[in-house]
C-alpha cells in the first residue's frame, strides 16, 4: 500500500483544520509548512500593495523561506496532498518553496485549497508544475466550510 502525505500551509488556522481532517480521515502523515518569518495580519492584506503577501505573489521568484523541519524521508510517499489559502488566484510562492526542496519526480501531487473568496483553484497546478519537475500536479477542489469525514474521502478517493 503507498503512503500518502498531506502537507499544507495555513496563514490563519482555516487550512491546518481542513487538511488535519484529511489526514486522519484518509490515513495520511501529515507536515505543516511553516514560514521561517510568520505571516500577520497586516503581512496578509491584500488591499495593501506594499503588504508582505502583495510584495510576494507579485514576484513569481519570491521563496519564502520555511522554519519547520524538513520531511523525514519525502521517498516514501507516492501521492502528496499539499493545502493552501488561495493567493491571487494561485498557490502562495511559499508552496514553490516547499516542493522545489524535494525531489518529486514520479509522484502525484494533489492541490487542495481554502478561501475567503475563491471557487477554484485557478491556475495553481499549472504554475507550481515547473517548481516540480517530473511529478503530476493535479488541481483538486476548494474545501472551504466543515467537510464531513465522507466528504473528505471522496476527495481523496478521486485521485488515489
Avoid at 492584506?45 to 503588504?51: A, F, H, P, R, V
Avoid at 518529486?104 to 475563491?118: C, D, E, R, V
Avoid at 495553481?124 to 474521502?153: F, H, R, T, W, Y
Amino acid at each position: 500500500m503507498s503512503k500518502i502525505l498531506v502537507a499544507y500551509f495555513s496563514a490563519t488556522g482555516t487550512t491546518g483544520v481542513v487538511a488535519t481532517k484529511l489526514a486522519k480521515v484518509i490515513g495520511a502523515d501529515i507536515y505543516e509548512i511553516v514560514p521561517e518569518v510568520p505571516y500577520t495580519n497586516a503581512h496578509l492584506d491584500w488591499k495593501d500593495k506594499s503588504s508582505r503577501s502583495s510584495v510576494e505573489m507579485q514576484d513569481k521568484s519570491s521563496r519564502p523561506a520555511i522554519g519547520s523541519e524538513p520531511v523525514e524521508d519525502i521517498g516514501q510517499y507516492d501521492t502528496i496532498f499539499i493545502g493552501f489559502p488561495v493567493w491571487w488566484y494561485v498557490c502562495p510562492t511559499i508552496i514553490n518553496t516547499f516542493v522545489e526542496s524535494y525531489d518529486l519526480a514520479g509522484k502525484k501531487i494533489i492541490l487542495f485549497a481554502t478561501s475567503g473568496g475563491s471557487t477554484s483553484l485557478g491556475k495553481s497546478a499549472e504554475e507550481l508544475a515547473p517548481s516540480a519537475p517530473g511529478a503530476e500536479v493535479i488541481n483538486g477542489d476548494i474545501l472551504n466550510g466543515d467537510k464531513s469525514d465522507d466528504e473528505l474521502k471522496a476527495f481523496a478517493e478521486k485521485y488515489i
